[in-house]
Structures are given as C-alpha cells and as structure tokens.
C-alpha cells in the first residue's frame, strides 16, 4: 500500500509524522474522506472544495492547488489498484515547535491513504442499527463551523464511546438547545408521513455530501424534502429513520433509546433511497 505524504509516495510502514506536527500535538488540521466506487471517485469536486474550503476557514495554506492535489488523489488511487475503496486526506498546519503559535508551522503536510473501509458489517445493512442519543452536545456553529473537517474530532470520539457504551454501533449528538444534529460521522434523516426531514446546518450538522445526494435523489422522486430542526420525540415518533456519510453510505436505523421505529426493519422508502444512491455513487464523480 502506497500513501502521498508532503510530496512523494511512501511505503504503508515508512508513513511517519513528527512529534511536533501541530496537527498531533493540537488537532491543527482538516481532512476529507471521500469514497470510490468501481474506480468512480463520487463527487470528487464537492470534497475537494469542502477541504479547500475548511483550509481558508481555519486560515491553512494547503501546499498545492486544488487541481494539482486532485490529480495528486487520482494518482493515488491508480497507484494503490484499487477500484473500490475509501480516500483519506490529512492537511495538518505542520512542524512547528511546542507552542501553540502556528505561524511557526512553516509548512502544511500533507498525507493521502487509499484503503479498502468496512464500517458497518454488512448485515447491518439489511438488519437496520440501533442506536441512542447521547450527552455529547455538537459545539455551536457560531464557534465552529460544522462545515470545517477540522482534526478536533474529540466530540465525535466521546459520540463513539458513549455508543460503545451503550453496546450500539452509532450515536446521535444533539445541539445546545436540545434539538437533534447529527452522528459521530453521518448525517440523519426522518420520514413522517410525506414528509423528509434533516437538520440544517445553523443547527451544528455539517451538510454532509452523501446528505445533499440524497436529498437531490428524494426530490427528484417527488418526496417533500425539507431541512428543518426536530427533537428526540420527532425521533421516536418517525416512521422511518436513516443515516448518511461517505462511509457509512446510507444505514437504516430501527431503534432510538430503545423506541422502534416503525416496524423494527428498515423501511421501504429507506430502502428505495439506498438503491437510487448505488445507482448514482458509479456515475457522478471523476472516474
Ligand atoms: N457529519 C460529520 C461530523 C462527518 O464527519 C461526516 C463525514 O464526513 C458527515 C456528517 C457525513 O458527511 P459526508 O456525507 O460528506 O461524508
């Protein structure tokens, strides 16, 4: 396996940052993850724009243009052979010196991993997940902007061991004011009646790329799509409810602190959005 680190292909095993990368010793970074489905890399642009995007949020000089670090994937791609795979892109602030000071960080690395990513085992696809709401709360858009993949990723770490705690393999964060937000690493989505709901993101979710696909496909199938804050009892009381992201791709969930929804499997209309979604991963990209 061939990883891009700062400016040449390395060996898995000789893959290695310094103990004063401001990326490890501060979360000073971003990152992207994005999927390849039988050599297409779906939506390619609207990542590499989102990392663009993080990077002059967070005031980082990405050390290549957005067209040159998206050949760069490309070739990354090729190099490792494999069709069918996750893309994992790192952009710390760099080496710097143990102060916080990042203008000290001359230079941004940068690191790309093409791998094979298993998720969820695939029998949760047919079988739907359970999961819970936890005391995480998502940090308020006004601090940090949800659309910031920013290597602070502890919240959504303290998400994971919650569910893990809880014995389910995925959780839900809700905001500051109680209202649902998002996953550790996905976006949600609830069906009541006509109507399909997911938080906006003045709520603290980030509007993740799977999300906008599906709400592209949803109301090009004529449902009535809608970004709207809800609430647990929304939750509860749904008739059905799913998850989306680039590695989780689109789950359906059957169980929220122990209410079932709908009929304790994955619904119908869960199940049509995942086939239009497979049918749509193959084409829309850059093959
Ligand atoms: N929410 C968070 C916090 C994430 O990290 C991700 C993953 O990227 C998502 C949602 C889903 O977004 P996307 O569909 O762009 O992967």
């Given at each position: 396996?061939w990883?891009?680190?700062?400016?040449?292909?390395?060996?898995?095993?000789?893959?290695?940052?310094?103990?004063?990368?401001?990326?490890?010793?501060?979360?000073?970074?971003?990152?992207?993850?994005?999927?390849?489905?039988?050599?297409?890399?779906?939506?390619m642009?609207?990542?590499?724009?989102?990392?663009?995007q993080?990077?002059?949020?967070?005031?980082?000089?990405?050390?290549?243009?957005?067209?040159?670090?998206?050949?760069?994937?490309?070739?990354?791609?090729?190099?490792?052979?494999?069709?069918?795979?996750?893309?994992?892109?790192?952009?710390?602030r760099?080496?710097?010196?143990?102060?916080?000071?990042?203008?000290?960080?001359?230079?941004?690395?940068?690191?790309?991993?093409?791998?094979?990513?298993?998720?969820?085992?695939?029998?949760?696809?047919?079988?739907?997940?359970?999961?819970?709401?936890?005391?995480?709360?998502?940090?308020?858009?006004?601090?940090?902007?949800?659309?910031?993949?920013?290597?602070?990723?502890?919240?959504?770490?303290?998400?994971?061991?919650e569910?893990?705690?809880?014995?389910?393999?995925?959780?839900?964060?809700?905001?500051?004011?109680?209202?649902?937000?998002?996953?550790?690493?996905?976006?949600?989505?609830?069906?009541?009646?006509?109507?399909?709901?997911?938080?906006?993101?003045?709520?603290?979710?980030?509007?993740?790329?799977?999300?906008?696909?599906?709400?592209?496909?949803?109301?090009?199938?004529?449902?009535?799509?809608?970004?709207?804050?809800?609430?647990?009892?929304?939750?509860?009381?749904?008739?059905e409810?799913?998850?989306?992201?680039?590695?989780?791709?689109?789950?359906?969930?059957?169980?929220?602190?122990?209410?079932?929804?709908?009929?304790?499997?994955?619904?119908?209309?869960?199940?049509?959005?995942?086939?239009?979604?497979?049918?749509?991963?193959?084409?829309?990209?850059?093959?």
């Amino acid at each position: 396996q061939w990883i891009f680190l700062n400016n040449e292909f390395v060996k898995k095993e000789d893959a290695k940052i310094s103990v004063y990368d401001h990326g490890f010793l501060y979360g000073d970074g971003i990152f992207e993850g994005i999927r390849v489905y039988s050599g297409n890399i779906f939506r390619m642009e609207d990542h590499m724009d989102r990392l663009y995007q993080s990077a002059k949020s967070i005031l980082l000089t990405i050390p290549y243009s957005q067209a040159e670090l998206s050949e760069l994937v490309v070739k990354t791609v090729d190099k490792n052979e494999l069709s069918d795979a996750y893309i994992r892109l790192v952009v710390s602030r760099g080496v710097g010196d143990l102060g916080l000071d990042p203008y000290k960080c001359k230079q941004a690395s940068l690191v790309i991993i093409v791998e094979p990513l298993v998720i969820f085992p695939k029998h949760l696809y047919e079988t739907g997940i359970d999961i819970v709401t936890v005391a995480t709360r998502r940090n308020r858009p006004d601090v940090l902007s949800p659309m910031v993949k920013s290597l602070n990723y502890l919240n959504n770490v303290l998400v994971r061991i919650e569910a893990h705690l809880a014995n389910v393999s995925e959780a839900l964060m809700l905001n500051d004011q109680g209202y649902v937000a998002e996953g550790s690493a996905d976006n949600v989505f609830i069906l009541k009646g006509s109507k399909l709901l997911t938080p906006p993101g003045y709520i603290g979710a980030l509007e993740g790329i799977t999300r906008n696909a599906i709400i592209e496909i949803a109301a090009d199938l004529g449902y009535d799509v809608r970004e709207e804050p809800f609430t647990r009892h929304d939750v509860y009381t749904a008739d059905e409810v799913f998850l989306t992201g680039t590695a989780a791709e689109v789950i359906a969930v059957v169980k929220v602190d122990g209410r079932v929804i709908g009929e304790g499997v994955p619904g119908h209309h869960t199940k049509k959005l995942l086939v239009e979604f497979r049918k749509k991963v193959v084409t829309d990209g850059v093959k």
